[in-house]
Antibody, heavy 122, light 110 residues
Framework: QVTLRESGPALVKPTQTLTLTCTFSGFSLSTSGMCVSWIRQPPGKALEWLARIDWDDDKYYSTSLKTRLTISKDTSKNQVVLTMTNMDPVDTATYYC??????????????WGQGTLVTVSS | EIVLTQSPGTLSLSPGERATLSCRASQSVSSSYLAWYQQKPGQAPRLLIYGASSRATGIPDRFSGSGSGTDFTLTISRLEPEDFAVYYCQQYGSSPPRFTFGPGTKVDIK
């Protein structure tokens, strides 16, 4: 059974760095073909893809946010960590991690965490 | 970068009616890389359709997807009360690898 769970601070101040952790089970990021992404959703708005990390440690970022994002993994702990620097109130959103299905010729998000709401405010 | 447009923004229908949701891409998208998700308030998105027309595990057959190139459609043949939600299309571009979501279509009760 695949599960993912996001954790991190609920409130951060402007200019601070946000660190979020995705802890997952039911698969291993050391297995070929496994990938995890972060996606966010401001209140009442659409989903926005942020970053992806692959089993071989390849990393990909949203063009608009790549200078502020770092994604990493700890395979031994089954965790993926996202850091976002210089937080601003417009970054207030629910942040999701999701597993990417990238084999069998298709690519999509097949399992999602429940999300964690991060509010940026002084 | 590919932009996805969904229409209508809101669809007001009654239970039992047919819902037709549109997703249009700014340039051609591989059908293999087009997916649809359902999101209810306070919940994470749930995968409905992948590969433009394949239903995900456990998804009822009243949900169907079709389309190719730049025009894709999600159809709900007969709306059940639990189908009132927001629906997002999503595409994956491989060079460079990145994902794009549409703005969503809200299906609400008329």
């Amino acid at each position: 059974q695949v599960t993912l769970r996001e954790s991190g601070p609920a409130l951060v101040k402007p200019t601070q760095t946000l660190t979020l952790t995705c802890t997952f089970s039911g698969f291993s990021l050391s297995t070929s073909g496994m990938c995890v992404s972060w996606i966010r959703q401001p209140p009442g708005k659409a989903l926005e893809w942020l970053a992806r990390i692959d089993w071989d440690d390849d990393k990909y970022y949203s063009t608009s946010l790549k200078t502020r994002l770092t994604i990493s993994k700890d395979t031994s702990k089954n965790q993926v960590v996202l850091t976002m620097t210089n937080m601003d109130p417009v970054d207030t959103a629910t942040y999701y991690c999701a597993r990417i299905h990238i084999w069998s010729g298709y690519t999509y998000f097949d399992y999602w965490g429940q999300g964690t709401l991060v509010t940026v405010s002084s | 970068e590919i932009v996805l447009t969904q229409s209508p923004g809101t669809l007001s229908l009654s239970p039992g009616e047919r819902a037709t949701l549109s997703c249009r891409a700014s340039q051609s998208v591989s059908s293999s890389y087009l997916a649809w998700y359902q999101q209810k308030p306070g919940q994470a998105p749930r995968l409905l359709i992948y590969g433009a027309s394949s239903r995900a595990t456990g998804i009822p057959d009243r949900f169907s997807g079709s389309g190719s190139g730049t025009d894709f459609t999600l159809t709900i043949s007969r709306l059940e009360p639990e189908d009132f939600a927001v629906y997002y299309c999503q595409q994956y571009g491989s060079s460079p690898p990145r994902f794009t979501f549409g703005p969503g279509t809200k299906v609400d009760i008329k």
